[in-house]
């Protein structure tokens, strides 16, 4: 069992930035896949950002790519979401999700049936 814990969000004004966290609970962080989704109001989850085991891959969404980076610290257990260049189409609530079904797989996966736990997700406001 995986608990997720994200925080970082808030309001913020375009062209501005946040950096989202989530850190995980049990000892294996280190050996799976993290991804980050967002969800807007009305509109179905989507994928944002992920990251291998290691953090030597990463896949972002190309309406993100040049502006938002996913990190992680495997001491820490957390894995971040730095975003830059917010946009007000970038408010939603983000979640972070953990793919512990393949430990150490070397694919960083955008779909979001591929993660097996899942955060309660943080809120990010950004304003014109």
């Known amino acids: 069992q995986v608990q997720l814990q994200e925080s970082g969000g808030g309001l913020v004004q375009a062209g501005g930035s946040l950096r989202l966290s989530c850190t995980a609970s049990g000892r294996s962080f280190s050996s799976y896949a993290m991804g980050w989704f967002r969800q807007a109001p009305g509109k179905e989850r989507e994928f944002v950002a992920a990251s291998t085991w290691s953090g030597g891959s990463k896949y972002y969404a190309d309406s993100v790519k040049g502006r938002f980076t996913i990190s992680r610290d495997n001491v820490k257990n957390t894995v971040y979401l730095e975003m830059n260049s917010l946009k007000p189409e970038d408010t939603a609530v983000y979640y972070c999700?953990?793919?512990?079904?393949?430990?150490?797989?070397?694919?960083?996966?955008?779909?979001?049936?591929?993660?097996?736990?899942w955060g309660q997700g943080t809120q990010v406001t950004v304003s014109t």
């Open positions: 999700a953990a793919r512990t079904r393949y430990r150490y797989s070397h694919y960083a996966v955008s779909t979001d049936t591929e993660y097996d736990y």
